[in-house]
């Protein structure tokens, strides 16, 4: 990377917070992924401002990272910057019944703030492995539960450089989507609208989700959890396994066989090996169903 950027990066972001040639293996939860040429982690709104307007004014390539966990990286890295809001994870109250959470916050986080403080119906995102920033790009769900329901309001940074607020409505919530995933809105606040509950219930609706989650996900493993999204009519797991391909591995990339949905890392595998393992997939369940899946990966770099 260009050292006059890094310099000016560098005035804005503390030089602590600057990496070159970062591993994406240690960002990503299929803990794979080549470097990064330039890593940034801003810490709070400003400098992700100031960091997106040089790097647009400079026209370097760019990804927007939470926690990595719907994320497949080439194994020759990304040839550009990735910025990680994981410095910017604040959470507090505002008001009785609202939370205010910064997009790196980890919805775990969420959850136990929330139960913590006697609010319910965010107990379904207690599993969810990522940010609040990536749930309300892709609406994420579990259980019921989706980020549509419990939100008030999102804080977005728009590509031109403006700061907006979207309410609920403006958000086109749908299924694993909303109005960010298309307009390149960078996610930087959320608002979301709980209610009160007894601590004792919440409590106990979390380890009710989370005994489920263990019991039939693979989360002894590394994954970026449902590979592919449900399509219409199906369930993507039902396919795999219909097609034969439970357990079913390309190096130590694998179908799991808890869930055929998973694909995980057993060990050591490459990007390369889970991408191939992914169209794999893809073509067999094709051939055997007649349904297209699609991946609900992200895919960064050259494959």
């Known amino acids: 990377m260009n050292e006059g950027i890094i310099n000016a990066i560098e005035q804005i972001v503390s030089a602590s917070n600057v990496l070159e040639n970062e591993p994406m293996s240690r960002h990503t939860t299929f803990r794979t992924g080549g470097p990064a040429s330039l890593f940034i982690r801003p810490e709070n709104k400003d400098q992700l401002v100031e960091v997106m307007a040089l790097i647009k004014k400079l026209g370097t390539e760019f990804f927007v990272l939470g926690n990595g966990s719907n994320l497949l990286i080439s194994d020759e890295g990304f040839d550009g910057v990735v910025i990680s809001l994981s410095k910017m994870n604040d959470i507090h109250l505002e008001g009785d019944n609202d939370i205010y959470a910064e997009a790196g916050a980890m919805n775990s986080q969420i959850a136990a703030f929330a139960r913590d403080n006697g609010l319910k119906n965010f107990e379904f995102a207690a599993g969810i492995p990522g940010t609040i920033g990536g749930a309300m790009i892709m609406n994420a769900g579990a259980y019921g539960g989706e980020m549509k329901l419990v939100t ?9 450089g403006e700061i907006m607020v979207l309410d609920n ?4 919530f749908g299924y694993r989507s909303s109005a960010i995933k298309g307009r390149g809105y960078i996610v930087i606040s959320v608002l979301l609208s709980l209610e009160k509950g007894d601590k004792e219930t919440i409590t106990q609706n979390m ?17 970026a959890g449902s590979t592919f999204k449900r399509p219409e009519g199906y369930f993507a797991g039902k396919l795999i396994e219909d097609a034969g391909l439970r357990g079913f591995s390309v190096g130590d990339a694998a179908v799991s066989e808890k869930h055929c949905g998973f694909v995980i890392n057993k060990g050591n595998a490459t990007s390369a090996e889970v991408y191939e393992l992914i169209c794999e997939v893809e073509k067999r369940v094709y051939e055997n169903s007649g349904v297209t899946l699609e991946p609900e990966v992200i895919m960064l770099g050259k494959f």
Do not use: C, G, H, I
Not at 152 to 160: A, D, K
Not at 169 to 172: F, K, L
Not at 207 to 223: D, G, M, T, V, Y
């Open 152 to 160: 008030r309001s999102v804080t977005v940074l728009s590509p031109e």
């Open 169 to 172: 409505s403006s958000m086109e």
């Open 207 to 223: 380890q009710e989700l989370a005994a489920k989650r263990r019991e039939k996900q693979p989360l002894e493993f590394p994954s």
